[in-house]
Every structure is written in C-alpha cells, then in structure tokens.
C-alpha cells in the first residue's frame, strides 16, 4: 500500500443512502444499520476521484479478493483476515452449451472453491476485516447456512467471538457442520430466516457492541463485487448475460456494482464500456423479486409469508436487498424469473454429469433457468431464447454440492445404486443394465 493510499483512501469512499442518497460517514458504520433519514439500505460508493488513482490491476501482486484491495474500503492492510477467498475457476461448459442448443458459449463460475465452499467468503473477509478494523470483537449473523459458515470460519481466524441464528431443522448438513467445527454460537430459532435476521437486527442495533454480518451489511458487498472483476478478467472482456440464483438479493446486487466500477474506474487498465445484462433466478415457492418483476413492479414487492424450496441456500420470503436486486435487473436490461425444485434438481444432476461441477441446488437455478426458457412453449419463452442463444453467458454457482449432500441422495433411486453380488459375472450383468 502506497502512503497516499494509507493516508487519503478515506476520502475515496463514502456510505450513500440507496434510497434517499443520503450520504453517511463510513467510519461510523456499526452504530446504525439503515439510512438514519429515511431507514433504506446504504452501500459503500468510490468517489470519482479514485479514478485518478487505481493502479493497473495487473500490477497487483495479491490473487483473489484482495488483489482488489485500491476499490475495497479497508484502510489498514494489516487487518485483513483471510484464507485464500475468491480467485474462482471460470469454467467453460462446452458439452452443456450443445445440450441447451446454445450458439456462442457458456460458463459457470464455481464460487464453491471458496474456502468454506461458498461465495459468502468473497463477501466476509471484507466483513470481518472491517470489523477488525472498527475495533469488534463480537459479530453475529442470521443464516440459512452457507452465511453462518463462512462467518464461523473468518471469525475463528480473527479471534471474534461468533454467534449465528439459524432456522431449526432447516440447515444442510455440511452448512451445519462447518459452523459447529469452526466454534460458533449456534442457535436454532424456532421460526424461518427472516425471523432469524429480525432477532439478529434488533440485538445488534440494541448493544453496539455486536456487528451484524448479514447482507445488508455494505462491507460485504464490497467483497462479492470482485467476483464480477474476475470474470472479465478471466475471459478478457464483458459477458453479455450473467445469470444468478437469488435469495436475499444481495449478491446480484453486488456483482452488478462491480460491473459499474469496471465502466466508472478502469480498474482493469482499459476503458470498459459494456455492461452485461443481469438475470436473477428464484424458487417458485420462494420467489418475490421474479414475481414483482414478472408483473412489471420495481418499487414494491410482496413478501411471501411461508417461503418453501429444498435448495435452502435460496430459501427467503422477505429479501432484505430486493430494491437493490430489481435495479440490478432492471437497470441491466436483464430479466427475473422461478424455477421449481425439480428443474432445479434436473439441472443439478444435469451440470455434474455434463461438466463435473456438482454445486449445491440453489446453485443449479441458473441453469434450470436456461432449460426452462429452451423448452418453454409459450412467446415470452421463446423470445428470451431467442435473444440469449448467441450471447456469451456467464452463470454464477454459489456454493458446492457437498454442502448438502441428503438433496442429492434424496432424489437418487437404487436404479441409480445398484447391488451386485461379489462375482465378475454379476458385475458384467449389472454394467449392461444401466443404460
Ligand atoms: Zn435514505
């Protein structure tokens, strides 16, 4: 870090109301949560001055997430807590692009090489490292797995004291499990995950000396941006569509931002003027930003009371960061749209078998996505085929599928698992049964 850097990065960012534009001093994050005028989210925005000063990413000497550090507001580098978050194979899926009669390419990011083996590490070691920074010593989150495990893991390396909410009997397995070895504060609320965030909100905006770590925190955000610098990165320029699995609304949220600050920074060290078009993919039984938009809504959605879908990591009837998703989408000239648990399972096993990326089922939406619009038979089906078939798509998988192993051994029949007896002959019989 230059001493320009350590000195005046301050200066380069403020807190900025989304609703109102409000502007917050960043420094204070922690005492509130909201918009102290108007009560809407806030997001970190770079001031256009740090244009003047972002090196050529190139030069950068660090890999992953904080390769990126000039656009992340983190003052002192000695506070980054890591392990080794982002820097994702972006994978070509060229057996895949043949199957959904694609014309130009498809790849899937595989955000489940993430440490804790998902994207919510991109996002909490900037939280965390925050944290750190503002001096807590004690976070918590609300989570439907996947948030608590990375939280879990950072924590532990920082040495804070870490408690997650979670829905009971409602988490994966292996998301359970990670959070239990890793050492948290584990309580299981008898209610879903927006009674979990309500708690979580309301402790921490109570004490002040608890950070909340959900995604609404804006640091978060500033992590999960750099997944969209890596795509243009790795492919060497702007992808025409990126298509994205969405719960809270977070994420969308926050690739779409990085997608601006290539076009506003030049962070890459060329000008980038392109924008992709953003798609945000929901469960049916857990789908309130697609049916706002789907009905041709931006300003209001309608929570849904009893949200219900197996892949859990999307399971979210009130998502706190709608508005921003529905800009995302809207501003992008994307679309929304929900998939139901089958499709997602279809396109789950689909994606394994034809790439080799077992991801978890939220992850597999995206891609239950581009099946639905191939073999949808009405209009809007085949307009949006229509306009997606020749672009260059980028589908983002949050998680591995080894997070939740019972969804994939749920749906598996003993077809699928034979039993032979212990001779050749018996074996040689049961290779010629499967088909
Ligand atoms: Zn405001």
């Given at each position: ?11 380069l960012f ?23 005028k ?7 925005r ?16 660090r ?15 000695a ?8 820097d994702?194979?972006?994978?070509e899926c ?13 790849f ?15 996002g ?6 925050k ?7 004690k ?22 004291h ?13 998301k ?12 299981q ?8 965030l ?6 921490s ?31 060497g320029f702007?992808?025409?569509?990126v ?7 977070g ?6 931002k ?5 076009v ?9 003027k392109?924008?992709?078009r953003?798609?945000a ?5 857990a789908?309130p ?20 879908t ?7 009837g009130?998502p ?9 989408v809207?501003?992008s ?13 279809r396109?789950?096993?689909l ?10 089922p ?18 809007l089906s085949?307009?949006l ?7 260059t ?11 939740d192993?019972?969804?994939i ?8 698992m ?18």
């Open positions: 870090m230059t001493s320009f850097e350590r000195k005046e990065k301050r200066r403020v807190l900025r109301c989304f609703t109102c534009g409000r502007v917050h001093n960043i420094d204070d994050y922690g005492k509130f949560y909201y918009c102290e108007c009560g809407g989210l806030l997001e970190v770079l001031e256009r001055e740090l244009r003047n000063h972002v090196k050529e990413i190139s030069q950068e000497r890999r992953g997430v904080w390769k990126y550090l000039q656009t992340i507001p983190l003052w002192d580098e506070n980054i807590v890591s392990l080794g978050e982002g994702t194979i972006l994978v060229k057996r895949l692009v043949k199957k959904l009669g694609l014309k130009k390419s498809l899937v990011k595989f955000e489940g090489q993430n440490p804790t083996g998902s994207f919510k590490d991109r909490m070691t900037v939280g965390v490292s944290a750190k920074e503002m001096g807590f010593r976070v918590i989150c609300a989570s439907t797995g996947n948030t608590s495990a990375s939280l879990a893991a950072y924590s532990a390396r920082a040495g804070l870490c408690t997650v909410l979670v829905p009971k009997g409602k988490i994966a397995l292996g359970i499990s990670q959070a239990i070895a890793y050492g948290a504060d584990i309580l609320v008898e209610g879903n995950f927006d009674a979990c309500r708690m979580a909100r309301e402790l905006e109570k004490s002040r000396e608890i950070l909340l770590l959900n995604s609404l925190n804006p640091f978060r955000i500033e992590g999960q941006k750099t997944a969209a610098f890596e795509i243009v990165e790795q492919l702007v992808p025409d569509d298509i994205l699995p969405v719960g809270n609304g994420n969308i949220s926050a690739l779409w990085g997608f601006q600050e290539l506003d920074f030049g962070i890459m060290g060329k000008d980038t392109k924008l992709p953003m798609t993919v929901q469960a049916e039984g789908a930003i697609a049916r706002a938009f789907l009905s041709g809504r931006r300003g209001v959605i309608d929570d849904v009371k009893d949200p219900h197996e892949a859990s990591a999307i399971n979210i009130s706190v960061s709608w508005q921003k998703a529905l800009a995302a809207y501003d000239g994307g679309f929304a749209d929900y998939v139901s648990d089958d499709e997602i399972f396109a789950q096993r994606l394994a078998a034809s790439e080799g990326l077992f991801v978890e939220a992850s597999a939406a995206p891609i239950a996505y581009l099946l639905k619009i191939l073999h949808g038979r009405d209009d085949s307009s085929f229509e306009k997606i078939k020749s672009s798509i980028v589908c983002i998988a949050t998680g591995t599928g080894l997070k192993p019972n969804a051994l749920r749906n598996t029949t003993e077809a699928q034979k039993v032979v007896s212990s001779d050749s002959k018996s074996l040689e019989n049961a290779i010629l049964t499967f088909s």
